[in-house]
């Protein structure tokens, strides 16, 4: 009985959501695998990591990669998903991989074949690496169509992920809410409109179950269309070849980072750990085993993976480090972090190691600027008039606010701040690299040079921080939903090459042994076509040279 009510639900789930989605026209060119859904891969020097969902369920799907076979490991309790983790690759190696079912005696194939291939080794000398960043690509359908639209419809987040394609990166890196399905913060809002318009929309696609488990239970089903419809539409097949990394935020854990008196939503909950751990485990790949991690740190598997901290190595010449502000954030007063004290050790380590030739941060949690949320480095609060501890500000519409130090901000712990010091203080502190730092979570793009934290003196080698561009983001603007549009925090002082501007977009880094080039590309349905993105030019680009 249950697995005909599971096959009536997903049946009726999709018939609510058909016309909604389209595939991508990017990943079915030339390339052939009407089975699959849905493929992400990622990798290092001698690994793969490969989520696959197909159409139908299977039984024991193989990878074949050149001569050899890889079983699969199931990912739902249905079997359309499958993980494939082919290892002890040569390094910087194209692979021919394809996906078969059946036994190795009489197989049938599932896909063409495509190309993957890995990287550098990680004492290697290559002379270039590029990589496509950006924020916030998730968003329903259901909350994507018409021009006053919370998110950007389907099709234009693909045509903005095609344009970064076109680069031809040799990585991907989408920082920070791939979803937005949040629970309490939005179902339970003191805004009524908001919380009956969210009631409706929820029902139609349907309604989590926070006490029960993700896999085996009416949830799985329902996750798999108010998580899946937002990362299977947009990405397809497109990604097949481009090792890619997803880093966590707040709303990849299903709730908006809030602290009120009814109710605070981080560090997350285990409900909000269920759902995006069977998020993760179905559709984004993890982060590889880091052979330079000499310890490990929190989140670590036994196998070295992590679905939180990352690094992506690309030889001698490039070493990004990513990292989760949201997942093992902590409340601790003057000893809290935005991660765990673990991982900032491990950050400020890699950081203070300059055998590497570029060195990228990429938090899911921007540093240099605010919007008066409660998470955040800075206690940049918006001024409502009221006495006493301000709570951030959420779903304004548009109202504006004036960002204060002067008030406290409600659960703000002072420790994130010291943490924030303690990182830019490293950052700066690399005698042969110009520091950087990308980032998302704001809905914005901007360049800024941090040239003061604090009573930190930092104009000898000021910190670059970049908001990457949000190609999800439709009219959740800061300024709409928080107002106040990103200003530079009031600790800080900054010049900014590049003002922030709120627009979609993404960002190309070229990492080259004596300098980093990185291009902001910015576009606005208001001011341009849809069509105009296939021939989208960066607005910024800036050359950073080694010191």
């Given amino acids: 009985m249950r697995t005909n009510r599971r096959h ?15 595939a991508s026209t990017y990943a079915s060119s030339n390339w052939s695998g009407d089975t699959i859904k849905h493929l992400i891969p990622t990798a290092n020097h001698e690994e793969f990591q490969i989520r696959v969902v197909f159409n139908e369920p299977q039984t024991a799907p193989v990878l074949k990669i050149a001569s050899t076979w890889v079983s699969g490991s199931p990912a739902d309790t249905q079997r359309t998903g499958w993980t494939f983790h082919p290892r002890d690759l040569t390094p910087d190696t194209q692979y021919e991989l394809s996906l078969w079912s059946g036994n190795q005696t009489q197989p049938q194939r599932l896909s063409d074949p495509w190309p993957l291939k890995t990287y550098p080794h990680p004492e290697a000398q290559p002379d270039h690496a590029r990589i496509l960043i ?12 018409g ?35 949040d629970q309490r913060t939005i179902l339970e809002s003191t805004n009524p409109a908001r919380r009956a318009r969210s009631q409706t929309i929820y029902t139609r696609a349907g ?32 990604l097949r070849s481009t090792p890619s990394y997803f880093v966590n935020d707040d709303h990849d854990y299903f709730e908006n980072d809030e602290a009120t008196k ?76 935005l991660v765990p004290a673990n991982v900032e050790q491990w950050l400020k380590q890699r950081t203070a190691n300059e055998e ?11 540093m240099g600027w605010s919007a008066g949320k409660w998470r955040e480095w800075y206690p940049d609060v918006a001024d409502t008039g009221g006495a006493g501890a301000q709570t951030a500000q959420i779903g304004v519409d548009g109202q504006a606010f004036k960002l204060t130090t002067d008030k406290p901000k409600f659960m703000w712990q002072e420790g994130w701040w010291q943490q924030h010091q303690r990182l830019v203080k490293a950052l700066s502190a690399q005698k042969h690299r110009t520091p950087v730092v990308l980032s998302g979570d704001l809905h914005a793009t901007g360049h800024a040079r941090i040239i003061k934290s604090g009573n930190l003196e930092l104009k000898d080698n000021p910190v670059n921080t970049m908001i990457t561009g949000p190609i999800g983001t439709g009219m959740g603007w800061p300024s709409q939903a928080r107002g106040t549009a990103p200003q530079a925090a009031n600790h800080l002082t900054l010049k900014s090459p590049q003002e922030i501007r709120e627009k979609n977009g993404f960002t190309i880094v070229d990492a080259y042994r004596d300098h980093l080039r990185v291009r902001l590309f910015a576009w606005r349905r208001e001011e341009s076509s849809v069509d105009e993105i296939i021939s989208l030019m960066p607005y910024h680009d800036v050359q950073l040279a080694r010191r």
Wanted: proline share 6%.
């Fill in 134 to 145: 950006y924020t916030c690509a998730g968003g329903h359908p259901l909350m994507s169509e």
């Fill in 8 to 22: 009536f639900l997903a049946s009726t789930l999709a018939t609510s959501l058909s016309g909604l989605t389209k």
């Fill in 356 to 366: 590497i030739s570029q060195l990228l941060h990429v938090p899911s949690h921007p």
């Fill in 207 to 238: 309604l989590l179950d926070r006490a029960l488990a993700a896999a085996g239970t009416r949830n799985e089903d329902v996750l798999k269309v108010v998580a899946g419809e937002q990362i299977t539409p947009l990405y397809g097949t497109m």
């Fill in 147 to 181: 021009s006053q639209s919370i998110f950007q419809p389907m099709a234009t987040r693909q045509a903005l992920l095609e344009r970064g394609l076109s680069f031809k990166p040799d990585a991907l890196i989408a920082i920070g809410d791939q979803i937005y399905w």
């Fill in 262 to 337: 009814r109710f605070v939503t981080l560090p997350p909950y285990d409900y909000q750990v269920r759902f995006t751990d069977y998020v993760r485990n179905l559709y984004l790949p993890d982060f590889m085993r880091d052979p330079a991690r000499s310890r490990p740190i929190s989140g670590d598997r036994k196998d070295g993976m992590n679905a939180s901290f990352g690094t992506l190595r690309w030889g001698r010449l490039l070493e990004i480090l990513m990292y989760d502000c949201a997942g093992y954030l902590s409340l601790k007063g003057r000893t809290a972090g």
